[in-house]
C-alpha cells in the first residue's frame, strides 16, 4: 500500500474535518455575496479571510484552518456639525449670524463706530 502524498493546499482543506469546513467556507462567501448585493451603496468591501494554524506535534502535523466573513459595513447616519456655546450645543457657529431668527441687536462697538 503507497501513502497517499497531499502538497496541494485546497485539496488538504477539502478533506479537512471532513469536508465540513470547505462547507463553512463556502457558507461564509455566500453569506458575504449576499450582503454585498443587498447593500444599498453603489460600492461595498466586504472581506473571507481564511486562517490556517500548523501545529507539529512529533512526527504528526495539524492543521486547524478558520474562516471568518467581513460584512460590508452598514451605512450609518451622517455626522451633524455641533458647537459648544455657552456650555451647550448649538448648530449655529458663533462667529455667523443667523439668517433667520429676526434682527440681531447691535453691538456697542457697532453703535461707536464712526461712518466710513
Known amino acids: 500500500m503507497t501513502t497517499r502524498i497531499i502538497r496541494s493546499l485546497f ?3 477539502g478533506l479537512s474535518n471532513r469536508g465540513r469546513f ?3 467556507a463556502n457558507a ?8 454585498l448585493q443587498e ?4 460600492k461595498a468591501k466586504g472581506t473571507l479571510t481564511l486562517t490556517i494554524d500548523f501545529v507539529k506535534l512529533g512526527d504528526r502535523m ?3 484552518p478558520q ?3 467581513k460584512l460590508p459595513e452598514e451605512k450609518g447616519f451622517t455626522s451633524t456639525p455641533f458647537w459648544v456655546v455657552e456650555g451647550g450645543l ?3 457657529h458663533p462667529s455667523q449670524s443667523d439668517m433667520f431668527g429676526g434682527p440681531s441687536e447691535v453691538g456697542e462697538r457697532r453703535r461707536t463706530a464712526e461712518p466710513a
Open 67 to 69: 474562516v471568518k466573513a
Open 62 to 64: 495539524d492543521m486547524k
Open 39 to 42: 447593500h444599498p451603496d453603489e
Open 28 to 35: 461564509e462567501m455566500q453569506r458575504l455575496i449576499d450582503a
Open 22 to 24: 470547505e462547507e463553512k
Open 90 to 92: 448649538s448648530v449655529q
Open 11 to 13: 485539496q488538504a482543506l
